[in-house]
């Protein structure tokens, strides 16, 4: 593998490294086993089959303990300066590299809140506890969850390359998708033309296996996240479809809405139209609105807003999350506050970071649902829509050979 391929991981470095020298902390230690940690797909690009541990330092001599058999894996990324390998045991190599350090400060890797943040397990914790001593270990220990957060949060821009051609084959499946559908097929069978389109184009699942279906959801079999039914179109259904996809490790997030004319119809009668045009509204609303330094909360309050307002019951999700190397990427949600604390929604959305927008009309018992979703870039001016927005309801023709 060449090193082109831990340019990410490079550009990720080179903030914490920043992180760490603005913040006078001494080193981020990432402590792994078997890949346990989820801070290492993104930090390292390599996975650890052994025990090791990673020290990201404010002066740039990153240094990497591990076994025999996993050191070529980390020296073939060029990101480290120092590769020590640990014969036997672990612990007391470990003891000898934080005894040499010193450290004044030291980032680990736990979180109450953010699952992507929390890699550190209680055994792991536990050692450093035996090794430093518990009393020390609190008085130098801080979370990288912020940290994090703004690693994963604010992409690069070779992440933003590669997210930005995760969302162009999304909507050019899309596109392969409407030319096929027609009166008399399963969710199933729409379902597998996403996955054919994944095939022939050398990508997968965003979610889930490499290619496990997308949601296809017929409104009148029930809206929900499920695996797509045998229950076949008919005239005048409305048909919701959420698919992503996964191009070298990142992950768009992209949903469209489709309406089966009946006979004699040209349009979707008014309620359905309706339903459309106030989920298109409510996504343009918080486009317009979003930018630097507002709250999470504060965005998801305008998109659901436009959609009581226009007479609908009020969004059971939030009205948008981050995308990234995951579909849903941590840091700031775009959603509601609760009675509850949430810490994901009281943060503020940032340059560079990417977001999937989705006000959505959830309706129960066959009323018109609709779900539209679409990929933004927060730049200094406010949003750029790196989906091809779907602007108007996609009407399928009547065909009484197919109904």
Same mark, same amino acid.
């Given at each position: ?35 346990? %940690? ?9 996975? @650890? ?20 058999? &996993? ?17 036997? #045991? ?5 003891? #000898? ?13 736990? $979180?109450?809140?953010?699952?992507? @943040? #929390?890699? +550190?397990? +209680? ?20 979370? @990288? ?22 969302? &162009? ?21 729409? $379902? ?19 290619? %496990? ?6 409104? =009148? ?15 005048? %259904? ?10 070298? &490790?990142?992950? $768009? #997030?992209?949903? =469209? ?84 604390? =949430? ?20 309706? %129960? ?5 609709? +779900? ?8 200094? $001016? ?20 197919? @109904?």
């Amino acid at each position: 593998m060449s090193n082109s391929e831990y340019q990410v991981a490079r550009e990720k470095i080179e903030t914490a490294t920043n992180y760490l020298q603005q913040n006078h902390v001494d080193a981020w230690l990432i402590l792994t086993r078997e890949g346990s %940690d989820p801070a290492m797909p993104l930090m390292v690009g390599v996975r @650890s089959v052994h025990e090791a541990a990673i020290f990201l330092r404010k002066d740039g001599d990153h240094t990497v303990l591990c076994s025999q058999s &996993d050191r070529g894996n980390y020296q073939s990324t060029g990101l480290f300066q120092n590769v020590q390998v640990y014969e036997k #045991d672990f612990e007391a190599n470990l003891s #000898d590299v934080l005894a040499q350090m010193n450290p004044s400060r030291l980032m680990l890797n736990f $979180s109450q809140t953010d699952h992507l @943040s #929390d890699g +550190l397990s +209680l055994g792991q914790y536990m050692m450093l506890q035996k090794i430093v001593g518990p009393e020390k270990l609190a008085s130098i220990e801080i979370s @990288s969850e912020n940290l994090q957060k703004q690693l994963r949060g604010i992409k690069s821009p070779t992440e933003v390359e590669r997210l930005q051609k995760a969302i &162009d084959i999304t909507i050019e499946i899309y596109d392969e998708v409407f030319s096929k559908l027609k009166c008399g097929l399963s969710e199933k069978e729409i $379902s597998n033309f996403f996955i054919q389109g994944m095939k022939n184009r050398g990508v997968t699942n965003g979610i889930g296996s490499a290619y %496990d279906p997308p949601i296809v959801c017929l409104v =009148r079999a029930g809206l929900a996240h499920r695996q797509p039914g045998d229950a076949r179109v008919i005239p005048g %259904d409305i048909l919701i479809m959420d698919f992503s996809v996964k191009y070298r &490790d990142y992950v $768009s #997030d992209i949903a =469209r809405t489709v309406y089966f004319l009946k006979e004699g119809e040209t349009q979707a009668p008014a309620d359905i139209q309706h339903a459309f045009e106030t989920a298109h509204r409510a996504i343009t609303t918080v486009i317009d609105y979003i930018g630097p330094g507002k709250k999470g909360w504060q965005v998801d309050q305008v998109g659901r807003q436009v959609i009581e307002n226009g007479g609908f019951p009020t969004v059971r999700h939030s009205v948008g999350h981050q995308i990234g190397r995951n579909c849903h990427d941590g840091g700031v949600t775009l959603g509601p506050r609760r009675a509850y604390p =949430r810490p994901e929604v009281e943060g503020e959305v940032q340059v560079g970071e990417l977001y999937a927008i989705e006000p959505t009309v959830i309706q %129960d018992n066959g009323l018109p649902c609709m +779900l539209v979703e679409e990929n933004i870039l927060i730049t200094e $001016s406010g949003a750029r829509i790196l989906s091809r927005r779907q602007n108007e309801l996609v009407l399928i023709p009547f065909n009484s050979e197919e @109904s």
